[in-house]
Antibody, heavy 114, light 112 residues
Framework: EVQLVETGGGLIQPGGSLRLSCAASGFTVSSNYMSWVRQAPGKGLEWVSVIYSGGSTYYADSVKGRFTISRDNSKNTLYLQMNSLRAEDTAVYYC????????WGKGTTVTVSS | DIVMTQTPLSSPVTLGQPASISCRSSQSLVHSDGNTYLSWLQQRPGQPPRLLIYKISNRFSGVPDRFSGSGAGTDFTLKISRVEAEDVGVYYCTQATQFPQTFGQGTKVEIK
């Protein structure tokens, strides 16, 4: 079964760091474009970052320089390293398979608050 | 960035009646490869988003045929031929033609 499972969310103070993981099954992460998308409480969807099958990475302006997307091919897992977290980063973070976002995880909640 | 504008933002519908959501992009979504990367997502309450339609009109696996997509260039439409109770949720259009990927604001479909 094709599946994505995100973990790593939690409550973190402003300025702190978190690493989100997205474990894939049923397909190979490194053979696909993979994105992180977030959804602030009560709000719509916001694209955060993508990693292409060739390894190129791109970021939304709102997270550039603070977030890093990566993958571990041996673990078939996607990551999002989030540094210098701000209150406005509070959201449910989803990983999704691109380019059509045909597979989504259930999401992991990140709350940035003192 | 390409701005995606959805109308209406809320759509109360009677069960069994049709519903239609419009999505307009600020620029053409035709990619240099000839494809138009316009998709529709459904998000039921408390659930992650789910792909319904990709490349304007291609229904994703397992999606009921009461859902259909159409359009071209900058104007796109999602239609539900007969709304069922399980269709309640928020619908988003999204474009992946031009970086960065962007989403519409979402349209809430609810039962009257």
């Amino acid at each position: 079964e094709v599946q994505l499972v995100e973990t790593g969310g939690g409550l973190i103070q402003p300025g702190g760091s978190l690493r989100l993981s997205c474990a894939a099954s049923g397909f190979t992460v490194s053979s696909n474009y993979m994105s992180w998308v977030r959804q602030a409480p009560g709000k719509g969807l916001e694209w955060v970052s993508v990693i292409y099958s060739g390894g190129s990475t791109y970021y939304a302006d709102s997270v550039k320089g603070r977030f890093t997307i990566s993958r571990d091919n041996s673990k078939n897992t996607l990551y999002l390293q989030m540094n210098s977290l701000r209150a406005e980063d509070t959201a449910v973070y989803y990983c999704a398979r691109d380019p059509h976002m045909d597979v989504w995880g259930k999401g992991t909640t990140v709350t940035v608050s003192s | 960035d390409i701005v995606m504008t959805q109308t209406p933002l809320s759509s109360p519908v009677t069960l069994g009646q049709p519903a239609s959501i419009s999505c307009r992009s600020s620029q053409s979504l035709v990619h240099s490869d000839g494809n138009t990367y316009l998709s529709w997502l459904q998000q039921r309450p408390g659930q992650p988003p789910r792909l319904l339609i990709y490349k304007i009109s291609n229904r994703f696996s397992g999606v009921p045929d009461r859902f259909s997509g159409s359009g071209a260039g900058t104007d796109f439409t999602l239609k539900i031929s007969r709304v069922e109770a399980e269709d309640v949720g928020v619908y988003y259009c999204t474009q992946a033609t031009q970086f960065p990927q962007t989403f519409g604001q979402g349209t809430k479909v609810e039962i009257k």
